[in-house]
C-alpha cells in the first residue's frame, strides 16, 4: 500500500488560536503530500490570514473541493466550512468555537462514510466551544458519543506512552470513577492497542498507584491495596503483562518508565505532566476506536497565536503517527484474518487450510 492513498482529515480547531499556524508550517513543506493526501476541514479566510501574518512561511495553494472525495492527490485540499468567522488571534470567542465545531462534524461524517481514512485535530478552546448542540468536554468525549465507543486517551511519543484511567473530571471525583473494573477494561484496552496501533508483539504495561508512595501500606490510602493491585492481578490472570502500582514521582524520576511499553496513570494529570515534560512534541491518539484520531499535545495557546512563534513539531508528529497507525490496523487486519493455521500450529496439531474444513464453516 502507497502511503499517498491514505486521505488524513486536519480540522482547523479554533481559528483564533495555534491550529491554522501549526498546519500550515507542518504542509508548507511540499514533500508532505507525498506521504498521504491532506483534506484541511476549514475557512478559507482564516487559511489566507494566517499565510500573512506568518513569517517565510511562503504560498501554499489550497485546492477547494466540495468534498473528501474530490481531493486530489499531491495537493493540499481543503473543505471549506464557516468563512464568516471573524478571525481574531489570541481570543475566545463563541464564534470561533462555533467554527471549531463545524468543522470537526464535517471531517467525522467524513470519517465515519471512510471519505478519509484518518482524522487529525488541531486544537479547540474547551469553553468557547460550548453550545446548546455541542456539550463536551473535549475531542475524546465527542468521538465517543459520534463513533459509539469506549476510548482510550493515550499520549504518544518514541519515548513513552501513557494511557489514562479516567480523562476529563474533577480530581475530586477521580477515586469514585477508579474502579477495579475500569482499571482492567482500560488494560485490555491498551494491550489490545498496542498490538493492533503499534505492533507490539506482547506489550508490557506499568500501572501507576494514586496516593502518594503507593499508598505506603495503607498510611496514605486504601486504594492501591483494595483496588489497583487486585486489578493488577486480575488483568495477569488474563495474559496481559501489567505491573505495580508504581508511585508516579520515582517511577518517573528515575526512568523506569523506559523498561515498559506503555504505563496506564489514574488521572489526567498524574499521566499528561510527566510525559508532556519528557515529550514535549508528543501526541494524543484516541484508541480503541473504529477510526483513527490524533492530535498535538498541545492547546490553542491564545498567548502566541498569531505571532508566528507556534512549533508544528507536534503537529507534524500527530499527522505522521495516523498515517502508520491505519496501515499498522490494515496490517493487523491482513495477518489475523485467518487465524487458525496459527492455532492448530501452536497446539502441536496439524495446519488446517480452508479445504479441510466442512462446508458450513467455508460458507461461513
Not at 6 to 21: A, M, S
Not at 112 to 130: H, N, Y
Not at 236 to 259: C, K, M, N, Q, V
Request: hydrophobic share 40%; glycine share 8%.
Amino acid at each position: 500500500m502507497s502511503d499517498n492513498k491514505l486521505k488524513i482529515g486536519i480540522t482547523q480547531g479554533d481559528p483564533n488560536g495555534i491550529g491554522w499556524e501549526v498546519i500550515l508550517k507542518t504542509l508548507a513543506d511540499s514533500r508532505m503530500a507525498e506521504f498521504c493526501t491532506p483534506i484541511i476541514y476549514g475557512s478559507q479566510k482564516a487559511a489566507e490570514f494566517y499565510q500573512k501574518t506568518i513569517p517565510d512561511l511562503g504560498n501554499i495553494n489550497l485546492n477547494v473541493v466540495a468534498s473528501a472525495r474530490e481531493a486530489r492527490r499531491g495537493k493540499i485540499n481543503i473543505v471549506l466550512c464557516d468563512d464568516d468567522v471573524k478571525i481574531e488571534p489570541g481570543v475566545a470567542t463563541p464564534e470561533a468555537g462555533r467554527a471549531a465545531a463545524d468543522a470537526l462534524r464535517l471531517a467525522i461524517a467524513d470519517l465515519k462514510e471512510d471519505a478519509i481514512d484518518a482524522l487529525v485535530t488541531a486544537p479547540i478552546d474547551k469553553e468557547s466551544i460550548q453550545a446548546d448542540d455541542f456539550q463536551y468536554t473535549g475531542h475524546t468525549e465527542f468521538l465517543a458519543a459520534e463513533l459509539d465507543g469506549e476510548p482510550l486517551m493515550m499520549m504518544c511519543s518514541d519515548l513513552l506512552r501513557v494511557g489514562l484511567v479516567t480523562i476529563h473530571i474533577p480530581v475530586t471525583e477521580v477515586s469514585h470513577e477508579m474502579t477495579k473494573n475500569r482499571i482492567v477494561e482500560r488494560l485490555e484496552q491498551m494491550r489490545k492497542s498496542l498490538k493492533e496501533d503499534f505492533a507490539v508483539v506482547e506489550p508490557k504495561i506499568a500501572v501507576l498507584s494514586l496516593n502518594p508512595h503507593a499508598g505506603d501500606g495503607g498510611l496514605l490510602g486504601s486504594e492501591e491495596e483494595h483496588i489497583i493491585r487486585p486489578a493488577i492481578n486480575e488483568a495477569y490472570e488474563r495474559g496481559i503483562l501489567a505491573f505495580g502500582p508504581f508511585s508516579a514521582d520515582g517511577f518517573f524520576a528515575t526512568g523506569h518508565y523506559s523498561h515498559y511499553d506503555a504505563v496506564l496513570a489514574m488521572y489526567h494529570d498524574q499521566g499528561l505532566a510527566p510525559f508532556k515534560t519528557l515529550s514535549p512534541d508528543g501526541v494524543n491518539f484516541t484508541a480503541c476506536l473504529s477510526k483513527v484520531r490524533t492530535s498535538p499535545d498541545h492547546g490553542v495557546a491564545f498567548d502566541i497565536a498569531g505571532q508566528g512563534k507556534a512549533d508544528p513539531q507536534s503537529m507534524l508528529n500527530a499527522l505522521f503517527m495516523a498515517i502508520d497507525i491505519v496501515r499498522n490496523r490494515r496490517a493487523w487486519a491482513e495477518w489475523t484474518r485467518n487465524p487458525l493455521p496459527h492455532i492448530e500450529r501452536e497446539k502441536g496439531g496439524r495446519d488446517i487450510s480452508v479445504k479441510d474444513l466442512p462446508y458450513t464453516e467455508k460458507e461461513a
